[in-house]
């Protein structure tokens, strides 16, 4: 069995009027799954100001800073402060990307064309990838990101869901097609990986699970998706683990050590 | 906890679709790979959409461990009725549609005969559900309350975005189902909390999905004997009049 390492999970205290998981709570699914660590994200950042909730999100990625990589969201309608948020953000080497969510956020990358220009120049210079959710009409299809990639070449643009259900398709030929778009495999089926890995290349396509958004479920769920594809072991070991070590740089900067294992944390 | 007595799949897909192929073979092979001793198989990519003779020709004629599912594109006026009585003098135990793919809204005026016809049959009727333009899962709600003797399939589950309402939806009319071949654990979960087993269908979305995928994520769920019956075979039988 391949290493795993998850580059699209949530940690939140609440989505709307549902409990989230608990940091420790998450560690202990990640132990279950054998996942060494997992990129995570706001969830209600989303809806409300992004500024404490980068600095919530932070405090509880910290209680397992070997597990749990914090990625930061901003608001671009807020131009410029969402601009000086970013910079904020990445100042602190624990966040290592950015997570926009342009269905949840309301806008449309075309809307802010100045200020996600700026944001994906700051992103770059951080050399912090930049995952969007993708596949969802009207702010977040797959195309709509992928202009994104186009805009900011030297920008790492992630599709958060290589397509999601209905742009698998065009996902593939599109992270095929432009050098810093990358997939992120997290809810296509077996039969969609196959088909990214073909087209898109194996080094192209990352593991995420959007688990903390749903229930441990998810966790197993995801992973079974891929494992269920019959990939080689070298893509597999590609999509599960490689590119997303390579693109948040663990040779070069380690995750921290930790402190605690989630039984001690008190689940 | 065991599996059940027997295993219907009641979802799969025949034919070529973009990136996705499947024959009758190797569905046969996927199945006895995964125990499961009955698919309810509908046309994909041509034989959905443009080509439906040949499409259904291979659904029906996949020999006797697969069942068909007939689907007509709804613009096609009375040659889909046709084509609809053909399918069934074949063996079909239920229609298909695939309003993304056909290109029509559920609740257009052209789709009624298509559901008269499944009524007068006793057939249910499987739509794809999903995506926000003409598969929209409020949109089969519609129908099945201007349709109540029709059995609705909510094909897909949702999958992907619109898996937020299939509660709500399976809850708000007594004859919609979910096809559970997409869903994820919780989302089945919680339609089976509230709304009954009764109301699941265990499914593969072959070849998009794979078998050990779906039926790995019914054994996660907390099914009692009875809920795992009923959602692994007893509600095809019933519905598909098996």
Known sequence: MTRILDFHAHLDERWLHVRCDTPAHAVDALDRFEVEAACVFTIMGFYEDCRPHNDALLRRADEFPDRLIPFATVDPKQGRAAVEELQRCLANPRFRGVKFHPWLQAFAPNMLRDTMLEILHVAAQHRAPVLFHDGTPPYSTTYQIAELARWSPETTVVLGHAGSADYVNPAAELIRDLPNLYGCFCGPRPGDLVHLVEVGGAEKILFGSDFGAAGWRLLPERIDNVLEAGLDPRDLDNVLYANAARLLKLDEHPLPPGTQTSSEAGR | ?242
């Open chain 2, 1 to 242: 906890m065991g599996r059940p007595l027997k295993t219907i799949d009641g979802h799969a897909m025949l034919g070529d679709e973009t990136y996705l192929s499947l024959r009758p073979a190797e569905l046969l092979r996927r199945m006895d790979a995964a125990g499961v001793d009955l698919a309810i198989a509908r046309p994909m990519g041509a034989g959905l959409v443009v080509d439906h003779r040949a499409g259904n020709d291979l659904v029906l004629t996949a020999g006797p461990r697969i069942r068909g599912l007939a689907s007509v594109n709804p613009w096609w006026g009375p040659a889909a009725l046709e084509e609809l009585l053909r399918c069934r003098d074949q063996g079909a135990v239920g229609m298909f549609l695939d309003p993304l793919r056909q290109g029509f809204f559920p609740t257009e005026s052209i789709v009624a005969p298509l559901l008269e016809r499944a009524a007068q049959y006793g057939w249910p009727v499987m739509i794809r559900t999903g995506a926000y333009i003409f598969a929209d899962v409020l949109a089969v709600v519609e129908i099945a309350r201007r349709f109540p003797s029709v059995a609705f399939i909510a094909g897909f589950g949702g999958y992907a975005d619109m898996w937020f309402e299939m509660s709500e939806a399976i809850g708000s009319v007594g004859n919609l189902y979910l096809d559970a071949s997409m869903l994820w654990g919780d989302g089945i979960d919680e339609i089976v909390r509230r709304h009954g087993a009764a109301r699941v269908l265990f499914g593969s979305a072959e070849p998009r999905n794979r078998y050990r995928v779906c039926l790995r994520t019914l054994d996660r769920l907390e099914l009692s004997d009875a809920e795992r019956d009923a959602i692994y075979y007893g509600n095809a039988e019933r519905l598909f009049h098996l």
